[in-house]
């Protein structure tokens, strides 16, 4: 039972324009939610990070928004940028587990 | 110089033998994990090891099993493998338990024919 769920499976965004990714989850105990970047033949990597105690969080180009109550969160990257290519997952765990749930993944292709 | 390296890459065997992937981290992290990734692209965690102790062991065939010999290592010997297992395999490790951010290494992608 996936409880992190990313419903885009791909994006496709022209380079200079807003890439809005969406990430829903179904553990209420979730407490803490990232978000990691993957190249191809590479590992995930850590991209940013946001808490329950906060509903927003920026990081240069990236800002996640978090929604508690719709059980939602976005990562918005603006502007855009051919290096940003790649598949971006959303994770998410709880004070008391261990282990972060990631989604399935969604693939961003920024055009030229 | 990698932080979280695995070994191999690229595994190719039959079904029925018996494989093993290595993983080291040189980021002096305390804990380190096994996730797979699957033909649906989920990254689902298998083990987890703090200081060298089991954490998490999430429902896995007991064909799996995670080694580590100090807390730099954490290897998976895989049993009679079966097509079930063809994945991309990967190590990450984070400071201690409970820490959210992971480093994640390369990824062990294994075929079984």
């Known amino acids: 039972d996936q409880q992190v769920k990313q419903n885009s499976p791909s994006l496709s965004v022209q380079e200079g324009r807003i890439s809005i990714l969406n990430c829903d989850y179904t553990n209420s105990m979730f407490d803490y939610f990232l978000w990691y970047k993957k190249y191809p033949a590479e590992g995930p990597t850590f991209l940013i990070s946001?808490?329950?105690?906060?509903d927003k969080n920026e990081d240069g180009r990236f800002t996640v928004f978090l929604n508690k109550s719709a059980k939602h969160l976005s990562l918005h990257i603006v502007p855009s940028q051919p290096g940003d290519s790649a598949v971006y997952f959303c994770a998410a765990s709880g004070s008391n587990d261990y282990k972060l749930s990631f989604g399935a993944g969604t693939t961003v292709t920024v055009r030229a | 110089d990698t932080a979280v390296s695995q070994t191999p890459k690229y595994l190719v065997t039959q079904m029925g033998n018996d494989k093993s992937i290595k993983c080291e981290q040189n980021l002096g992290h305390d804990t380190m994990y096994w996730y797979k990734q699957d033909s649906k692209k989920f990254l689902k965690i298998m083990f987890s090891?703090?200081?060298?102790?089991?954490?998490i062991n999430e429902t896995v065939p007991n064909r799996f099993s995670p080694k580590s010999p100090d807390k730099a290592h954490l290897n998976l010997h895989i049993n009679s493998l079966e097509l079930g297992d063809s994945a991309v395999y990967f190590c990450a490790s984070n400071p201690s338990l409970g820490t959210g951010e992971l480093f994640f290494g390369e990824g062990s992608r294994l075929t079984v024919l």
């Open positions: 090891y703090n200081n060298k102790e089991l954490i």
């Open positions: 946001i808490s329950s105690i906060k």
